[in-house]
Structure formats: structure tokens, C-alpha cells
């Protein structure tokens, strides 16, 4: 799946983004929302903090399924804003970070690799990365996408304090953003 960058279709690189996520996680809620401009055999599940809706995004039921049946946002989850500049302000992604369910111990996918020249090396280097392991495996969860006009955009000068900046508002309350950009605008309804 790719995603449309702005300039991307003009064969121009991307734009620069900045990615902001809060400190510590925080305790969201969600729940499905009646919106017309769904697609049929999808759902649009609405993001609460606080009891207030802070975003929206469309998903298949089965997506929605295993977020109930895990009880994924029962516990407070990271928040991550990734921001880029482009018409007409600024456009901004939400993800809640999500650690992954237990699982199986990950068996070696190449059993016969200890035999091969140099796999000593692949293993003494694979040893620094047990300390990484330590750390709980996360997804991200598409929350929605915010939109930051322009004329409402406090750190012209600077991409990642703006996004610092939208994500605080949209944790503390003080939006002033449109939540969510029309869902027409995203599924090219």
C-alpha cells in the first residue's frame, strides 16, 4: 500500500514530515460512528479523549472485530502525530501505538544458516539486538487525520515544534483543528 504524498504524483520527493508522540501513554476510548459518507462494508470508528472526539478513521469490521475481541484501547496507549506541510496548512496523521499480543517464541526462519561461513558474525551481532528485544513489539493504529489551516499555524518557522504543537492541543483538549479531514476528501468520495 503507498501512500499519496503531497508532489508525489508530479514525480517530486516527498515533503518533509515531523512525527511528535506523547510522553507517556494515555487512556483514549473509541466506538463506531454512523457517518453516510462510509463505504459500504466498512465502519468509521471515532477516537474519545476525555469523553470529547478527537478523530475518526474508516475500517474494515473485521479491523474493528479484533480491536473489541483484544481490548486494545482498555489500557492507555502512545499517541504518535506524524505532520507534513501541505494545502491547506497542515496535513496530520494519528496513530495510537499499540503493543502486539504475546506470541509464539519467533522460531529461526533458516535452521540450516549455522552452517553457512560467517553466520558466527550474524549471531554475535544478533545478540545486541536482545537488548531491543526486551522492549514490548508495537503496531500502529490509524486514528485519523487532522488538518491544521494556515492562518492557524503557530510555528511557521518550524515543522516538528507545529507538530509537538497539534498533538498537545489535540491530548489537552485545546483543539482547534479540524478533527478529522472529510472523510469524502480521504476516500475520494
Not at 144 to 171: F, K, M, Q, T
Amino acid at each position: 500500500m503507498t501512500e499519496d504524498l503531497p508532489g508525489a504524483e508530479h514525480g517530486e520527493p516527498p515533503s518533509p514530515a515531523a512525527i511528535a508522540a506523547t510522553e507517556h501513554p494515555v487512556q483514549i476510548t473509541v466506538g463506531l460512528i454512523e457517518d453516510d459518507r462510509v463505504p459500504e462494508a466498512m465502519v468509521c470508528m471515532g477516537s474519545y479523549r476525555n469523553g470529547r472526539l478527537i478523530a475518526r478513521a474508516v475500517l474494515p469490521p473485521e479491523a474493528w472485530a479484533q480491536i473489541e475481541e483484544l481490548g486494545i484501547f482498555a489500557e492507555p496507549v502512545q499517541i504518535v502525530l506524524v505532520a507534513r506541510a501541505a494545502p491547506p496548512g497542515l496535513q496530520c496523521q494519528l496513530y495510537a501505538m499499540v503493543p502486539l499480543p504475546d506470541g509464539e517464541e519467533v522460531q529461526d526462519e533458516e535452521p540450516w544458516s549455522a552452517s553457512v561461513p560467517g553466520s558466527s558474525y550474524e549471531s554475535a551481532v544478533g545478540e545486541d539486538d536482545e537488548d531491543e528485544a526486551d522492549e514490548p513489539a508495537v503496531a500502529p493504529i490509524p486514528l485519523g487525520n487532522i488538518v491544521r489551516y494556515e492562518r492557524d499555524r503557530v510555528h511557521l518557522e518550524s515543522l516538528p515544534l507545529e507538530a509537538v504543537d497539534v498533538l498537545r492541543r489535540i491530548i489537552d483538549g485545546e483543539t482547534s483543528e479540524v478533527v478529522d479531514r472529510a472523510l469524502s476528501d480521504l476516500l475520494g468520495l
